[in-house]
Each structure stands twice: as C-alpha cells, then as structure tokens.
C-alpha cells in the first residue's frame, strides 16, 4: 500500500536555526498537509496546501513557517528561527481529491524535531 | 468552531472482551468523521469514516464506528478485543459546510487489552 514517508525521523538543531523537513506525499494525492504533536498533547493542524499554494493555515503557523513544493514528489516545512517551542513531532499528510472533501488523509510516520 | 472530545484516556479491556472508546464532536453544519490509531514511534493510521449514509460504518481490523448525530457521537468499538489492538486511539472530524480540509483532533484515549 502507498505511503507517506518523511525524512528525517528525529532532528535535533540549535535555538534560531532554520530547519527543513521533508515528505513525499501519496503519489495520486493533490492536497497535502502538516500537523505537529507536541509531547503529550493533541495532534494540532498546521497547514493545508493545494495547486502550488496554501489554502488553509492556523494561527500556529506565523511567518516563522512556510511550506514549498520544490518538485513533482517533495513537500517541505521550513521554520526560519527555530523556537524551544516549536520542538514537537511533525506529521506530513495527503489525500486524494476527486471533488470531494471526504477522502481520509494519510499520515506519514512523522519527524521528531528538538530544539536545544 | 469544530472541536472533539474523548473523555476517557486510557481505557482497559481483557482479550476477547468487546471495547468502546468514546468520542463525542462539534460542528456548525455537518460533519466528516474519522478514527486514527497510533502505534509508538508511528504516524496515525486510518481506521475508518463516517461521510453519509448507514451510521454504522465499518473499517480495517474488525473496528466499528456508530455516528449518533441526536447525541454527537462517533464511538469506536469492537466485538472482541485482540492484545495487538493496545494503542492510541484519535478521534477527528471537519466540517463539511466549510471549505477547509483541515481535521480536529481529540487528545486521544490509549487502549490497554491485556491477555
């Protein structure tokens, strides 16, 4: 079965760094997203992207994050100065989207980022 | 604004024994349903919807979902409960009436069935 794969799966960097994350959505998928898990707490949503730009985001992601889909098969989160706060497992999802909302959204298994 | 709640975190069941983890939502119009499980160290996988139609909805390893929209509640169940299905359990909906795709998650009840 396809899947969502991330890279890496843990990343440590220093406080005021900038960080990429990386994910290769379903192949068929057109919508993608980000959600992040801090530790012990709720799966919180980032940001929803479609046709090569955003279409939803939440107030967690300020101007500190952007997303970018360099290619046919990346999609990428990028935090410009890392936060301590911002350490968190990051969920990268997709779905398919033939008119219809209700496609369920693959998760991928995520990429633990710690800020020191 | 869509919020879930699962007011259990952590439920306990022995094999064999039929589970229910609760979730009860909120939406201004109609909604989209779903259960995630989550392994350790793994992403959430998905287990089953409910969009339309019967509210009993069925999905993958034997779980069972019936959607009460008299009562706002999508519980999970199944007949019998297998050591292997000890994990963390997620709750999620969106709103169908917006155009957002966006899904709220509960915070999750961690499912223990011991042998």
């Known amino acids: 079965e396809p899947e969502v794969t991330q890279t890496p799966s843990h990343q440590v960097t220093q406080m005021g760094q900038e960080v990429i994350l990386r994910c290769v959505p379903i192949?068929?998928?057109?919508?993608f997203y980000w959600y992040r898990q801090i530790l012990g707490q709720k799966v919180e949503f980032l940001v929803s992207?479609?046709?090569?730009?955003?279409?939803?985001k939440s107030e967690i992601f300020d101007d500190q994050f952007s997303v970018e889909r360099p290619d046919g098969s990346n999609f990428t989160l990028k935090i410009r100065s890392t936060k301590l706060e911002d350490s968190a497992m990051y969920f990268c999802?997709?779905?398919?989207?033939?008119?219809?909302?209700?496609?369920?959204?693959?998760f991928g298994d995520g990429t633990r980022l710690s800020i020191l | 604004a869509q919020s879930v709640a699962q007011p259990e975190d952590q439920v306990n069941v022995a094999e064999g024994n039929p589970l229910t983890v609760k979730c009860t939502y909120s939406?201004?119009?109609?909604?989209?349903l779903f259960w995630y499980v989550q392994y350790p160290n793994r992403g959430l996988q998905f287990l089953l919807k409910?969009?339309?139609?019967?509210?009993l909805v069925k999905g993958s390893y034997g779980f069972e979902a019936e959607f009460n929209k008299s009562q706002t509640s999508f519980h999970l169940k199944k007949p019998s409960a297998l050591v292997s299905d000890s994990a963390l359990y997620f709750c999620?909906?969106?709103?169908?009436?917006?155009?957002?795709?966006?899904?709220?998650f509960g915070t999750g009840t961690r499912l223990l069935v011991s042998p």
């Open positions: 992207f479609y046709n090569n730009e955003i279409s939803e």
């Open positions: 999802a997709s779905s398919e989207t033939t008119g219809g909302s209700q496609w369920p959204q693959h």
């Open positions: 192949s068929n998928h057109l919508y």
């Open positions: 939406v201004s119009g109609n909604p989209y």
């Open positions: 999620a909906v969106r709103d169908m009436n917006t155009g957002f795709q966006k899904l709220v």
């Open positions: 409910y969009i339309t139609g019967d509210n």
